[in-house]
Nanobody, 120 residues
Framework: QVQLVESGGGLVQAGGSLRLSCTPSGRFYSINGMGWYRQAPGKERELVASIALDGNKHYADTVQGRFTVSRDNAKNTVYLQMNSLKPEDTAIYYC??????????????WGKGTLVTVSS
């Protein structure tokens, strides 16, 4: 019914930057909160950054000051600008969105993930 399409992952050297984008497709009424999670090899999935409909943001301590999450409500798109990347940031990054429907309860959707690799 709803798909989240991520883009922007890739290989970058330490200290470099990447910008991730996530855009939903399908039939829905509106989007509530949106966010980015990541999962590194051998680790559990963790929240990286989230942004509410009113623009309120939350960041993991490990990325605070380096990453910036933003959203374009007209496009229903969430972005993650990643600066000063470290090898420890290497992970698969997943987009998450809580989606509203007119006659159904809101549901969480996940993207398939985009790989970010930071070389030392």
């Amino acid at each position: 019914q709803v798909q989240l399409v991520e883009s922007g992952g890739g290989l970058v050297q330490a200290g470099g930057s990447l910008r991730l984008s996530c855009t939903p497709s399908g039939r829905f009424y509106s989007i509530n909160g949106m966010g980015w999670y990541r999962q590194a090899p051998g680790k559990e999935r963790e929240l990286v950054a989230s942004i509410a409909l009113d623009g309120n943001k939350h960041y993991a301590d490990t990325v605070q000051g380096r990453f910036t999450v933003s959203r374009d409500n007209a496009k229903n798109t969430v972005y993650l600008q990643m600066n000063s990347l470290k090898p420890e940031d290497t992970a698969i990054y997943y987009c998450n969105a809580n989606v509203n429907f007119l006659l159904n309860a809101a549901m969480d959707y996940w993207g398939k993930g985009t790989l970010v690799t930071v070389s030392s």
